[in-house]
């Protein structure tokens, strides 16, 4: 199983912070360059313990889709997505927020096991844990520029 660790310095409030992170319209205005969009489950908004969301998005350029459901909630201080369905055999990510003196601390933990075994093992050093951690750390750079101006208001 791979692991990605990440830390993102954030000059807002903790609770803007955690439920930035919930939403499904920030979730997509970080990734517009794989053209992800939902599909199904929760389709707007923010997430809630046991919402599932359905992301239909182009990688590497295949158009996949994948499930994941919001598993562990605490708020404003952790929650915890993992894969249902799609491309991975399981992932689990982890997002921890840490209140700082200058705003928040975003601890990002994502577990994933690719398929196809040591094929699998073989692709994650070659190319898919580079690209799955600067795909996490393009979507925390939307999350911080979002919480650190003003266009936080119209995503709560």
Excluded at 2 to 7: F, H, R, S, T
Aim: glycine share 6%; proline share 2%.
């Amino acid at each position: 199983m791979a692991v990605i660790e990440l830390d993102t310095l954030i000059n807002a409030p903790i609770e803007r912070c955690f439920l930035l992170s919930l939403s499904v319209d920030v979730h997509t205005l970080s990734t517009a360059h794989t053209q992800e969009r939902a599909v199904a489950g929760i389709m707007s908004g923010r997430m809630k313990l046991g919402d599932t969301v359905t992301w239909r998005a182009r990688h590497f350029g295949i158009w996949q889709q994948l499930t994941s459901k919001i598993t562990a909630y605490q708020y404003p201080t952790y929650f915890c997505d993992e894969m249902i369905s799609g491309a991975f055999q399981s992932f689990r990510h982890e997002h921890h927020f840490i209140q700082q003196l200058a705003g928040t601390r975003m601890k990002d933990v994502f577990y994933f096991e690719s398929p196809l075994g040591l094929l699998g093992k073989l692709a994650n050093g070659l190319f898919l844990k580079s690209y799955m951690s600067t795909l996490l750390a393009q979507r925390n750079l939307v999350i911080k520029k979002v919480a650190e101006g003003n266009e936080w208001k119209k995503f709560t």
